[in-house]
């Protein structure tokens, strides 16, 4: 069974930082394409950023520049580096994992506010 859990939402202030970590379990891990979603309200699930099992990525140009995917396959997490944050970066974020033959999965989504 594939279990994936976020932690390191919160609030922060505009232009603050905050790191969201996931951690996936269920030998998934090492074929994976993993990464993160957001879902403000109102709005579709969007991409945020992805990474695959060779370490090529996919992030979205609203975050370019100012978010930063990363994968510690040791340890079966995938973090995502947020900077700069934006009140247009609020958003219910989720982490994915990805593998061909098996499906999507998601974690439950952590919130992250950026609001002075």
């Known amino acids: 069974q594939v279990q994936l859990v976020e932690s390191g939402g919160g609030l922060v202030q505009p232009g603050g930082s905050l790191r969201l970590s996931c951690a996936a379990s269920?030998?998934?891990?090492?074929?994976?394409?993993m990464g993160w979603y957001r879902q403000a309200p109102g709005k579709q699930r969007e991409l945020v950023a992805l990474m695959t099992s060779g370490g090529n990525t996919n992030v979205a140009d609203s975050v370019k520049g100012r978010f930063t995917i990363s994968r510690d396959n040791a340890k079966n997490t995938v973090d995502l580096q947020m900077n700069s944050l934006k009140p247009e970066d609020t958003a219910v974020y989720y982490c994915?994992?990805?593998?061909?033959?098996?499906?999507?999965?998601w974690g439950q989504g952590t919130q992250v506010t950026v609001s002075s």
């Open positions: 269920g030998n998934i891990f090492s074929s994976a394409t």
């Open positions: 994915y994992a990805g593998v061909r033959g098996l499906g999507a999965y």
